[in-house]
């Protein structure tokens, strides 16, 4: 069963995020918090680690896994271009809930990526997250921490009785926002398209970005 440790969300605690973080080296599986659900956390960088996430879901390894960073400039490692209108939606809505797509760069596991050749990445707001990110060093996996077509728990009490047996660690931060989850653009297209309207609204990026974006899946 997962070692449940209660983390304080608005100020975090350095020590038990440390105990996270020393599992994520070392393959582990773990949940925490975001800005919308529950996600899913293991270093994305580690194949056989990215492995786990797919088997603990039960997901199609068709279907491509997002990753979270703490900070925009460290996006290049992972990304083969950052076209300009992308970095536009990076200055206004990171972090936060807008998950951006990209092609992604050789660094990155296969696995990650499903069929496509593509990563969604973005930089989250919740502060047990950005400091877990942080000390890491790494990207974090952030698929919601559920079995694939159930729905997305915003509270500990529902990723413990789901896959509390499967994981190592769950950071209780609480209940999260819940509700919509990330907005995803593909900004490997041009005009974007998004793939998915969720907490920021495509009228708010339209707006800022001063173009029409496309919508729906390729």
């Given at each position: 069963?997962?070692r449940?440790?209660?983390?304080?969300?608005?100020?975090?605690d350095?020590?038990?995020?440390?105990?996270?973080?020393?599992?994520?080296?070392?393959g582990?599986?773990?949940?925490?918090?975001?800005?919308?659900?529950?996600?899913?956390?293991?270093?994305?960088?580690?194949?056989?680690a990215?492995?786990?996430?797919?088997?603990?879901?039960?997901?199609?390894?068709?279907?491509?896994i997002?990753?979270?960073?703490?900070?925009?400039?460290?996006?290049s490692?992972?990304?083969?271009?950052?076209?300009?209108?992308?970095?536009?939606?990076?200055d206004?809505?990171?972090?936060?809930?807008?998950t951006?797509?990209?092609?992604?760069?050789?660094?990155?596991?296969?696995?990650?990526?499903?069929?496509?050749m593509?990563?969604?990445?973005?930089?989250?707001?919740?502060?047990?997250?950005l400091?877990?990110?942080?000390?890491?060093?790494?990207?974090?996996?952030?698929?919601?921490?559920?079995l694939?077509?159930?729905?997305?728990?915003?509270d500990?009490?529902?990723?413990?009785?789901?896959?509390?047996e499967?994981?190592?660690?769950?950071?209780?931060?609480?209940?999260?926002?819940?509700?919509?989850?990330?907005?995803?653009i593909?900004?490997?297209?041009?005009?974007?398209?998004?793939?998915?309207?969720g907490?920021?609204?495509?009228?708010?990026?339209?707006?800022f970005?001063?173009?029409?974006?496309?919508?729906?899946?390729?």
């Amino acid at each position: 069963m997962a070692r449940i440790i209660k983390v304080d969300p608005e100020n975090p605690d350095v020590k038990k995020i440390n105990e996270a973080v020393e599992l994520l080296k070392k393959g582990g599986l773990i949940a925490f918090p975001t800005d919308t659900f529950y996600g899913l956390g293991v270093d994305a960088t580690n194949s056989e680690a990215v492995g786990r996430v797919y088997a603990v879901k039960k997901r199609d390894y068709k279907k491509p896994i997002l990753i979270l960073i703490d900070d925009k400039n460290r996006i290049s490692k992972y990304v083969k271009e950052i076209p300009d209108i992308a970095k536009k939606m990076m200055d206004r809505f990171w972090p936060g809930p807008l998950t951006l797509i990209f092609s992604a760069s050789a660094k990155l596991p296969l696995a990650l990526l499903g069929d496509t050749m593509k990563i969604g990445i973005r930089v989250p707001g919740n502060q047990i997250t950005l400091l877990l990110l942080k000390i890491a060093g790494f990207p974090v996996t952030a698929t919601s921490a559920n079995l694939s077509g159930e729905p997305s728990p915003s509270d500990p009490k529902d990723v413990i009785a789901n896959l509390g047996e499967k994981l190592e660690l769950i950071l209780d931060g609480g209940k999260t926002a819940g509700g919509k989850e990330s907005t995803i653009i593909d900004v490997t297209e041009d005009p974007p398209r998004c793939i998915r309207e969720g907490r920021v609204f495509i009228k708010e990026i339209e707006d800022f970005i001063g173009i029409k974006l496309k919508l729906g899946a390729a």
